[in-house]
């Protein structure tokens, strides 16, 4: 199992973001994912995940409105679209494979490399 986020950058306060998350090794129906972010000294945060099943999506509450998750099964993608971003937003954005919880309380099994992600004027 093998996840790579990507798709990070600097953007104003009030701008858009799609992050990617290329899944390899599995299929998108057989785990749940997840997207958390950490920024610099503040605890690990779940923002959202998607079900293998139905492809049902949960939010937290700090991201609910403004951020979306979707996949591509055929690409074997998931991404992230983040929109009305604020500077509390920034950080390493991770993709994860989800085995337990919904945001913000999830367990991740699996996770790669983050994108980092700035939100500054």
């Known amino acids: 199992v093998q996840l790579q986020a990507s798709g990070g950058g600097l953007v104003q306060p009030g701008g858009s973001l799609r992050l990617s998350c290329a899944a390899s090794?599995?299929?998108?129906?057989?785990?749940?994912i997840g997207w958390f972010r950490q920024a610099p000294g503040k605890e690990r945060e779940g923002l959202t995940c998607?079900?293998?099943?139905?492809?049902?999506?949960f939010y937290a509450d700090s991201v609910k409105g403004r951020f979306t998750i979707s996949r591509d099964n055929v690409k074997g993608t998931v991404y992230l679209d983040m929109n009305n971003l604020l500077p509390e937003d920034a950080a390493v954005y991770y993709c994860?494979?989800?085995?337990?919880?919904?945001?913000?309380?999830?367990?991740?099994?699996?996770w790669g490399q983050g994108t980092l992600v700035t939100v500054s004027s």
């Open positions: 998607i079900s293998p099943a139905d492809g049902s999506t």
């Open positions: 994860a494979t989800v085995v337990e919880g919904l945001p913000p309380r999830m367990v991740y099994a699996h």
């Open positions: 090794g599995f299929s998108l129906d057989v785990y749940a």
